[in-house]
């Protein structure tokens, strides 16, 4: 493993600790070093390396937002009124316990935010808190009527470098059935 200032690089041992830490991160070492081929010392070295090189920055634990009461997730578009106040308008949004994720975008929107509340009503509560806050032009709620994906993982398959097995064709080529 070898890291610059510009992107770590990771040979496949360190990808598969990574993955089995997405997976699971309170297994044991000695587990994730089964599964990878190293002692349990050597797999805490290198988890300590991507600590370090602030790739993994933190361990959470999952949790359904429904079964602890939060029933709606919306996306709320914040357009401002001018490029001056997204810091501070970034800085009120990260106050409010309700927004899980503030994104500066390009579009329509300058931030887009993801929101659980307990329901319509502390929905709306939030949207006026948002509106309220100087800078801000208008508001457009998104409310989610259901979730068929949603990932707290990052892919480590898509450049092609790390594989678990699958052979990857490329897109040109296809898999004849037979009989055709």
């Not at 949207?127 to 508001?139: H, K, L, M, P």
Request: proline residues 1%.
């Amino acid at each position: 493993m070898k890291f610059s200032r510009v992107a770590p690089e990771f040979d496949a041992t360190d990808r598969a600790i990574l993955e089995l830490l997405q997976e699971d991160c309170k297994q044991a070492l000695s587990a994730i070093g089964q599964k990878v081929g190293l002692k349990a010392p050597a797999v805490l070295e290198r988890i300590h390396k991507f600590e370090e090189a602030g790739v993994v920055v933190g361990y959470v634990a999952l949790l359904d937002a429904r079964r602890l009461g939060k029933d709606v997730t919306a996306f709320i578009g914040v357009t401002t009124e001018q490029a001056g106040v997204i810091a501070g308008l970034e800085r009120q949004v990260a106050a409010l316990v309700d927004v899980l994720e503030c994104h500066h975008v390009t579009g329509a929107h300058t931030l887009m935010l993801k929101v659980k509340t307990v329901n319509t009503e502390t929905l709306e509560e939030l949207i006026e808190s948002i509106r309220s806050f100087d800078g801000v032009a208008r508001t457009e709620t998104m409310v989610v009527l259901s979730t068929h994906t949603e990932r707290s993982r990052i892919s480590l398959h898509d450049s092609g470098e790390f594989e678990t097995g699958q052979t990857r064709r490329s897109s040109g080529q296809r898999r004849r059935r037979s009989g055709s």
